[in-house]
């Protein structure tokens, strides 16, 4: 006899009583998790059928149904990918599993739902590197973290593939929605209120996904860390020898690019491509969303521009230093004065000299520092501006500048480049990665703490504020997040954006 959600939902309640491992019933079938006191966790479930063989290059699928309890205790698979920054390799292409942590504690009303989009250059990461058990706990929420495909099995394209060419990754995100939408209930989630956040490729995916006619409905809210969809950068802007470019790209493009390494690779069709091993085509370089298909009919940047975006309330920040990160990659560290104006050069050519006058090394403390500050303020917080300035036009928006500039960094940093606030650095404020508490002093703590308090008052009302909270007022004012400084601060002023729209 089947058994209602809501039967099952007293069931959980009295087996968490007795200190035994949760069950649930999904859609397709019951999952069994893992009980502490204080939070239910489940892993590893799988809201799409794995897209290998014919599936591979294919919108995603429902999973097969299962009849007997799964183990949810661990993650799945993440999907193919090389080695990212603290992430593994992996050749798995059955990877299509999310991760559900809560409160343990019963509600009697449904809890907010945020649904993590990781980041990673949209070719690694998986949604169980984050632990948002602080966030479920700090906001009484449930939190749901998500795999996508990646790289060339995200994201290519080819003739072949018509109007699905390089989505897919995207549409998987769609999926693990939909299944939220489906599921929620019985999570003891609201599947009315839910909330789509990402940092960095998960935030330029959480915007990509407000401009997707077909998105409409899944989510209610979304926050975006680091990543505008009007980004685009000069030569160098983003990493060592990447040339001039933006983030979506036409249909027509990826697909002649898919077709030619596929001929490269002795396959004239998309028959024989999904013949071929992971390892032989895991190098292929597709990293960047397509438009003119389905799922992005135009580029998210120019819809953001018309206003064509769903009409939800948004969070959306960077982080004080993001080109730290990124400047941290380049090669014959540390950079020299020569080298930095080089780059100059190569950025922005018979203009180099003018931004050299703007940022001299000696006032950013090193060449390395300024090259990396010219690039936070032009690919990053300039284009933030942009984008803040096209939401809050036409819905409500809450716009942050995370600026502790003694955060912990998710790398090792060279000599002549301080981390700073550096992109991805707010991550540790709000969850654990890799498993790891970052060390984290009394006053970030609190800051931390605060955060969680913003981004839960916001996936619960659309409003970050709330009951002794710091006033944050909607955008086009920025609230600075600091431990020393929390409050408005003249942001497109502290990134020479009026500079930057002049040259």
């Known amino acids: ?76 698979p993440r999907c193919a990918q090389g080695e990212g920054i603290g992430s593994p390799s992996s050749v798995d292409e059955d990877c299509l599993y999310l991760n559900v942590i809560s409160p343990a504690k019963p509600t ?40 996508y495909r990646l790289g060339v099995f995200g994201f290519f394209g080819h003739p072949g593939l018509g109007r699905d060419s390089g989505v897919f990754g995207l549409q998987d995100q769609q999926a693990a929605l939909r299944w939220v939408q489906r599921n929620a209930r019985a999570f003891g989630g609201d599947p009315r209120n839910v909330t789509l956040f990402g940092e960095s490729a998960g935030g330029m995916s959480t915007c990509a996904q407000l401009t997707s006619p077909s998105a409409a409905g899944l989510f209610s809210r979304a926050i975006i ?23 979506f790209q036409r249909r027509s493009d990826v697909e002649a690019f898919g077709d030619a390494e596929g001929q490269k690779l002795g396959c004239a069709d998309v028959e024989c491509l999904r013949r071929l091993p992971v390892d032989a085509l895991l190098p ?70 003018v931004v050299a006058a703007k940022y001299p090394s000696a006032a950013h403390g090193s060449p390395g520092n300024a090259f990396a500050d010219v690039m936070t303020d032009r690919v990053w917080a300039c284009s933030e501006v942009e984008a803040q300035r096209h939401l809050a036009a036409r819905t409500r928006t809450f716009a942050y500048e995370f600026a502790d500039r ?74 600075s997040l600091a431990p020393d400084r929390i409050g408005p601060v003249d942001y497109a002023a502290e990134h020479n954006c009026g500079f930057w729209a002049k040259l």
């Open 108 to 147: 009697p009303r449904p809890r907010p739902v945020l649904v993590w989009v990781h980041g990673g250059g949209f070719t690694s990461g998986a949604g169980s590197d984050y632990d948002f058990e602080r966030l479920a706990l700090g906001g009484d929420v449930v939190v749901v973290t998500v795999n």
């Open 406 to 479: 003694g955060a912990p960094s998710l790398i090792p940093f060279p000599p002549g480049i301080d981390p700073g606030a550096s992109h991805g650095s707010e991550l540790a404020y709000l969850s654990e990665l890799g498993g790891s508490p970052a060390k984290l002093t009394p006053a970030q703590q609190k800051l931390a703490a605060l955060m969680i308090q913003y981004w839960t008052r916001f996936a619960r009302t659309g409003d970050p504020n709330g009951e002794a909270l710091p006033k944050w007022r909607p955008a086009p004012k920025v609230q």
């Open 225 to 247: 860390q680091s990543g505008p969809c009007t980004i685009d950068w000069p030569a160098n802007g983003i990493f060592p020898g990447a040339p001039e470019g933006k983030l």
């Open 1 to 76: 006899m089947a058994m209602s959600v809501l039967t099952l939902g007293a069931l959980t309640t009295s087996v968490a009583e007795a200190g035994e491992s949760p069950v649930v019933r999904t859609d397709s079938g019951p999952v069994r998790g893992v009980l502490t006191s204080e939070y239910r966790s489940f892993q590893g479930i799988p809201f799409a059928a794995p897209p290998v063989g014919e599936l591979r290059w294919a919108p995603p699928q429902r999973p097969r149904p299962w009849t007997a309890v799964r183990d949810a205790s661990k993650p799945g």
């Open 284 to 353: 292929l370089p597709f990293n960047a969303p397509a438009f003119d298909t389905r799922l992005l009919p135009t580029d998210p940047a120019e819809a953001f521009r018309a206003g064509r975006f769903a009409k939800v309330p948004v969070m959306t920040g960077t982080t004080r230093d993001e080109g730290r990160l990124f400047a941290a990659f380049f090669p014959d560290q540390p950079i020299t004065e020569a080298r930095y104006q080089q780059l100059l050069r190569d950025a922005f050519g018979d203009k180099a000299s």
